[in-house]
């Protein structure tokens, strides 16, 4: 990688770490609020009964 996108990947992620941090939600990571956002968009499915 390019050291300005090295740089710009860096910003982003301090940013939304500092977002995180300021915001009242209990998860405190950016790995905790994608595995949640993770899981309301793909809910786990019953499985079926076969027969």
């Known amino acids: 990688m390019e050291p300005t996108t090295v740089a710009m ?4 992620i301090a940013a939304a770490s500092e977002i995180i941090a300021l915001s009242p939600l209990r998860s405190n990571s950016v790995l905790q609020i994608a595995m949640q956002m993770l899981k309301k968009a793909f809910p ?3 499985k079926r009964n076969r027969k």
């Open 9 to 12: 990947v860096s910003v982003v």
């Open 44 to 46: 786990k499915q019953k």
